[in-house]
Protein backbone atom coordinates (compact mmCIF):
# COMPACT_ATOMS: atom_id res chain seq x y z
CA UNK A 1 0.00 0.00 0.00
CA UNK A 2 1.16 3.58 -0.74
CA UNK A 3 1.67 5.69 2.41
CA UNK A 4 -1.18 8.38 2.61
CA UNK A 5 -0.11 11.75 2.17
CA UNK A 6 -1.03 14.51 4.88
CA UNK A 7 0.55 17.89 3.73
CA UNK A 8 0.74 21.06 5.31
CA UNK A 9 0.91 24.07 3.65
CA UNK A 10 1.63 27.05 5.66
CA UNK A 11 1.40 29.70 2.67
CA UNK A 12 2.96 33.85 3.69
CA UNK A 13 2.20 32.94 7.66
CA UNK A 14 3.57 32.35 10.59
CA UNK A 15 7.39 34.51 11.57
CA UNK A 16 10.76 32.41 12.54
CA UNK A 17 9.73 32.15 16.45
CA UNK A 18 5.71 30.60 15.57
CA UNK A 19 7.18 28.14 12.39
CA UNK A 20 9.60 26.77 15.19
CA UNK A 21 6.86 26.31 17.72
CA UNK A 22 4.36 24.71 15.25
CA UNK A 23 7.19 22.59 14.07
CA UNK A 24 8.07 21.25 17.78
CA UNK A 25 4.12 20.90 18.46
CA UNK A 26 3.66 18.80 15.46
CA UNK A 27 7.08 16.76 15.99
CA UNK A 28 5.76 15.96 19.61
CA UNK A 29 1.77 15.54 18.39
CA UNK A 30 2.35 13.25 15.56
CA UNK A 31 4.66 11.16 16.72
CA UNK A 32 2.79 8.23 17.79
CA UNK A 33 0.92 8.72 14.80
CA UNK A 34 3.55 8.43 12.71
CA UNK A 35 4.93 5.50 14.33
CA UNK A 36 1.82 3.13 13.37
CA UNK A 37 3.03 3.58 9.87
CA UNK A 38 0.82 3.91 6.74
CA UNK A 39 1.29 7.71 7.09
CA UNK A 40 3.85 10.42 5.14
CA UNK A 41 3.94 13.81 6.37
CA UNK A 42 5.09 17.15 4.92
CA UNK A 43 5.11 20.20 6.17
CA UNK A 44 6.08 23.19 3.80
CA UNK A 45 6.75 26.40 5.92
CA UNK A 46 8.23 29.53 4.20
CA UNK A 47 11.12 29.51 2.51
CA UNK A 48 13.20 31.70 4.86
CA UNK A 49 12.55 28.99 7.82
CA UNK A 50 12.86 25.86 5.65
CA UNK A 51 16.30 24.94 7.70
CA UNK A 52 15.40 25.26 11.06
CA UNK A 53 12.38 23.56 10.65
CA UNK A 54 14.16 20.52 9.12
CA UNK A 55 16.72 20.90 11.91
CA UNK A 56 13.40 21.00 14.75
CA UNK A 57 12.45 17.27 12.85
CA UNK A 58 15.72 15.80 12.33
CA UNK A 59 15.25 12.54 13.56
CA UNK A 60 11.34 12.12 12.98
CA UNK A 61 9.45 10.44 9.81
CA UNK A 62 8.32 14.54 9.24
CA UNK A 63 9.42 15.72 6.11
CA UNK A 64 9.72 18.98 4.97
CA UNK A 65 9.18 21.38 1.61
CA UNK A 66 8.77 24.71 0.23
CA UNK A 67 6.00 25.84 -1.37
CA UNK A 68 7.64 26.82 -5.26
CA UNK A 69 11.13 26.92 -6.68
CA UNK A 70 12.26 28.62 -9.77
CA UNK A 71 13.02 26.61 -12.78
CA UNK A 72 16.39 27.21 -13.05
CA UNK A 73 18.68 25.89 -11.14
CA UNK A 74 20.94 29.39 -10.57
CA UNK A 75 20.81 33.19 -12.16
CA UNK A 76 19.77 36.53 -12.24
CA UNK A 77 16.40 35.96 -10.88
CA UNK A 78 16.19 38.83 -7.83
CA UNK A 79 14.39 36.94 -4.78
CA UNK A 80 13.86 34.02 -6.90
CA UNK A 81 14.67 30.18 -4.53
CA UNK A 82 15.98 27.92 -6.70
CA UNK A 83 15.89 23.95 -6.22
CA UNK A 84 19.00 23.02 -5.24
CA UNK A 85 18.93 25.94 -2.14
CA UNK A 86 15.65 24.17 -1.29
CA UNK A 87 17.65 20.57 -1.50
CA UNK A 88 21.11 22.18 0.49
CA UNK A 89 18.59 22.88 3.57
CA UNK A 90 17.46 19.06 3.75
CA UNK A 91 14.18 19.90 2.80
CA UNK A 92 13.09 17.00 0.46
CA UNK A 93 9.75 18.32 -1.00
CA UNK A 94 8.32 21.14 -3.10
CA UNK A 95 4.92 22.22 -4.35
CA UNK A 96 4.68 23.41 -8.11
CA UNK A 97 1.78 25.11 -9.47
CA UNK A 98 -0.13 26.12 -6.85
CA UNK A 99 -3.27 28.06 -7.98
CA UNK A 100 -2.67 31.18 -5.69
CA UNK A 101 1.09 30.99 -7.68
CA UNK A 102 -0.78 30.30 -11.01
CA UNK A 103 -3.05 32.56 -10.42
CA UNK A 104 -1.51 36.20 -8.22
CA UNK A 105 2.12 35.63 -9.67
CA UNK A 106 1.41 34.73 -13.35
CA UNK A 107 3.01 31.25 -13.37
CA UNK A 108 2.25 29.84 -16.81
CA UNK A 109 1.76 25.89 -17.34
CA UNK A 110 5.05 25.79 -19.48
CA UNK A 111 6.77 27.68 -16.26
CA UNK A 112 5.27 24.94 -13.72
CA UNK A 113 6.74 22.59 -15.79
CA UNK A 114 10.08 24.23 -15.63
CA UNK A 115 9.56 23.79 -12.13
CA UNK A 116 8.81 20.78 -11.63
CA UNK A 117 11.60 19.18 -13.99
CA UNK A 118 14.19 21.67 -11.93
CA UNK A 119 12.61 20.06 -8.57
CA UNK A 120 13.39 16.75 -10.25
CA UNK A 121 17.07 17.62 -11.32
CA UNK A 122 17.83 18.44 -7.70
CA UNK A 123 16.49 15.31 -6.35
CA UNK A 124 13.02 16.72 -4.99
CA UNK A 125 9.74 15.29 -4.92
CA UNK A 126 7.26 18.10 -6.20
CA UNK A 127 3.64 17.85 -5.63
CA UNK A 128 1.99 19.20 -9.05
CA UNK A 129 -1.29 21.07 -8.04
CA UNK A 130 -4.07 21.16 -10.74
CA UNK A 131 -7.37 21.96 -10.25
CA UNK A 132 -10.16 24.33 -12.13
CA UNK A 133 -11.67 27.32 -11.41
CA UNK A 134 -15.77 28.06 -10.52
CA UNK A 135 -16.50 29.32 -14.05
CA UNK A 136 -14.76 26.37 -15.57
CA UNK A 137 -16.11 23.87 -13.69
CA UNK A 138 -19.52 25.95 -14.70
CA UNK A 139 -18.89 25.52 -18.17
CA UNK A 140 -18.10 21.59 -17.97
CA UNK A 141 -14.03 22.51 -18.80
CA UNK A 142 -12.80 20.56 -15.03
CA UNK A 143 -11.26 17.14 -16.66
CA UNK A 144 -10.26 20.09 -20.31
CA UNK A 145 -8.59 21.80 -17.62
CA UNK A 146 -6.91 19.21 -15.59
CA UNK A 147 -5.89 17.26 -18.47
CA UNK A 148 -3.37 20.34 -19.99
CA UNK A 149 -2.35 21.49 -16.64
CA UNK A 150 -1.24 17.27 -16.60
CA UNK A 151 0.79 17.37 -20.06
CA UNK A 152 2.41 20.47 -19.33
CA UNK A 153 3.86 19.58 -16.37
CA UNK A 154 4.35 16.13 -16.88
CA UNK A 155 5.61 16.15 -20.68
CA UNK A 156 8.92 14.27 -21.81
CA UNK A 157 9.28 12.82 -17.97
CA UNK A 158 10.20 8.78 -18.27
CA UNK A 159 8.36 6.66 -15.77
CA UNK A 160 10.75 6.92 -12.94
CA UNK A 161 10.96 10.42 -13.23
CA UNK A 162 6.97 10.42 -13.32
CA UNK A 163 6.64 7.88 -11.01
CA UNK A 164 8.62 10.82 -8.29
CA UNK A 165 5.87 13.15 -8.94
CA UNK A 166 2.57 13.65 -6.27
CA UNK A 167 -0.36 15.29 -7.54
CA UNK A 168 -2.68 17.40 -5.92
CA UNK A 169 -6.08 17.87 -7.02
CA UNK A 170 -7.31 21.40 -5.64
CA UNK A 171 -10.20 23.03 -7.07
CA UNK A 172 -9.58 26.84 -6.94
CA UNK A 173 -13.19 27.55 -6.00
CA UNK A 174 -12.24 25.23 -2.39
CA UNK A 175 -9.10 26.80 -1.85
CA UNK A 176 -9.62 28.97 1.41
CA UNK A 177 -12.93 29.43 1.17
CA UNK A 178 -14.56 26.92 3.44
CA UNK A 179 -16.62 25.21 0.42
CA UNK A 180 -14.50 21.78 0.06
CA UNK A 181 -15.22 19.79 -3.28
CA UNK A 182 -17.89 16.58 -1.71
CA UNK A 183 -15.87 13.81 -1.91
CA UNK A 184 -18.22 12.06 -4.93
CA UNK A 185 -16.25 15.22 -6.69
CA UNK A 186 -13.04 14.63 -5.65
CA UNK A 187 -13.38 11.28 -6.21
CA UNK A 188 -14.67 11.87 -9.75
CA UNK A 189 -11.19 13.80 -10.84
CA UNK A 190 -9.04 11.80 -9.49
CA UNK A 191 -9.79 9.06 -11.35
CA UNK A 192 -9.69 10.86 -14.61
CA UNK A 193 -6.57 12.30 -13.87
CA UNK A 194 -5.18 8.77 -13.00
CA UNK A 195 -6.55 7.83 -16.27
CA UNK A 196 -4.39 10.21 -17.71
CA UNK A 197 -1.02 9.48 -16.16
CA UNK A 198 1.15 7.97 -18.00
CA UNK A 199 1.54 4.25 -17.75
CA UNK A 200 4.50 3.37 -16.54
CA UNK A 201 3.82 5.75 -13.39
CA UNK A 202 0.12 5.33 -13.15
CA UNK A 203 -0.41 3.16 -10.30
CA UNK A 204 2.60 4.99 -8.32
CA UNK A 205 1.41 8.04 -8.46
CA UNK A 206 -0.95 9.31 -5.34
CA UNK A 207 -3.19 11.80 -5.90
CA UNK A 208 -4.11 14.25 -3.18
CA UNK A 209 -7.40 16.24 -2.29
CA UNK A 210 -6.75 19.71 -1.52
CA UNK A 211 -9.37 23.08 -0.55
CA UNK A 212 -10.36 23.84 2.47
CA UNK A 213 -9.59 19.84 4.44
CA UNK A 214 -11.17 20.51 7.92
CA UNK A 215 -10.72 18.02 10.99
CA UNK A 216 -14.87 17.53 10.04
CA UNK A 217 -14.30 16.64 6.66
CA UNK A 218 -11.01 14.40 5.98
CA UNK A 219 -12.54 11.14 7.06
CA UNK A 220 -14.78 11.44 4.11
CA UNK A 221 -12.49 12.46 1.81
CA UNK A 222 -9.79 10.47 3.07
CA UNK A 223 -11.96 7.35 2.42
CA UNK A 224 -12.45 7.58 -0.84
CA UNK A 225 -10.36 5.03 -2.61
CA UNK A 226 -9.35 7.30 -5.03
CA UNK A 227 -7.74 9.81 -2.68
CA UNK A 228 -4.57 8.88 -1.53
CA UNK A 229 -3.71 11.79 1.05
CA UNK A 230 -4.80 15.75 2.06
CA UNK A 231 -2.96 19.03 0.93
CA UNK A 232 -3.85 20.93 3.89
CA UNK A 233 -3.70 25.03 4.29
CA UNK A 234 -5.48 26.88 6.62
CA UNK A 235 -6.18 23.75 9.20
CA UNK A 236 -2.16 23.13 8.96
CA UNK A 237 -1.80 25.96 10.85
CA UNK A 238 -2.59 24.77 13.82
CA UNK A 239 -1.45 21.77 15.76
CA UNK A 240 -4.88 20.59 16.80
CA UNK A 241 -6.50 20.85 13.81
CA UNK A 242 -3.46 19.52 11.87
CA UNK A 243 -3.14 16.67 14.07
CA UNK A 244 -7.09 15.83 14.10
CA UNK A 245 -6.63 15.40 10.38
CA UNK A 246 -3.51 13.02 10.24
CA UNK A 247 -5.55 11.22 13.32
CA UNK A 248 -8.26 10.74 10.18
CA UNK A 249 -5.77 9.89 7.28
CA UNK A 250 -4.47 7.41 10.07
CA UNK A 251 -6.99 5.71 10.28
CA UNK A 252 -8.29 5.41 7.00
CA UNK A 253 -4.30 3.80 6.03
CA UNK A 254 -5.18 1.34 8.75
CA UNK A 255 -8.20 0.56 7.76
CA UNK A 256 -6.99 -0.03 3.72
CA UNK A 257 -3.73 -1.78 5.29
CA UNK A 258 -6.26 -4.81 7.09
CA UNK A 259 -8.20 -4.69 4.10
CA UNK A 260 -5.12 -5.52 1.74
CA UNK A 261 -3.85 -7.92 4.50
CA UNK A 262 -7.57 -9.98 4.48
CA UNK A 263 -7.67 -10.01 0.63
CA UNK A 264 -4.00 -10.87 -0.25
CA UNK A 265 -4.99 -13.81 2.67
CA UNK A 266 -8.21 -14.91 0.86
CA UNK A 267 -5.82 -14.98 -2.54
CA UNK A 268 -3.76 -17.55 -0.71
CA UNK A 269 -5.71 -19.68 0.66
CA UNK A 270 -8.11 -19.53 -2.78
CA UNK A 271 -4.65 -20.83 -4.40
CA UNK A 272 -4.22 -23.66 -1.86
CA UNK A 273 -1.67 -21.84 0.35
P1 LIG B 1 -7.06 25.58 2.30
O1 LIG B 1 -5.81 25.67 1.30
O2 LIG B 1 -6.96 24.26 3.02
O3 LIG B 1 -6.88 26.76 3.23
O4 LIG B 1 -8.29 25.68 1.47
C1 LIG B 1 -5.40 24.54 0.56
C2 LIG B 1 -4.21 24.90 -0.29
O5 LIG B 1 -4.13 26.05 -0.75
O6 LIG B 1 -3.33 24.07 -0.55
Same mark, same amino acid.
Given at each position: ??????A??????T? $?????? *???? #? @? &? /? %???? =??? !????????????????????????????????????????????????????????????????????F???? $?????Q *???? #? @? &? /? %???? =??? !????????????????????????E?????????????????????????????????????????????????????????????????? =???????????????????S????????????????????????????????
Amino acid at each position: MKPLLIAGNWKMYTV $RASAIE *LAQQ #L @R &A /G %LASL =LAQ !GGLEVVLLPPAPFLLEVVQVLAGTAIAVGAQCCHGEDEGAYTGAVSAPMIASTGARWVLCGHSERRRLFGESN $REVGAQ *LRAA #L @R &A /G %LRPV =LCV !GETLEQREAGRTHEVVALQLRHALEGLDGAQAARVVIAYEPVWAIGTGRSASPQQAAEVHGAIRALLPAAAASEVRILYGGSVKPDNAAEL =LGQPQIDGVLVGGASLHADSFCAIAQAGSAVARARLAHETAGDSAARAAAGG
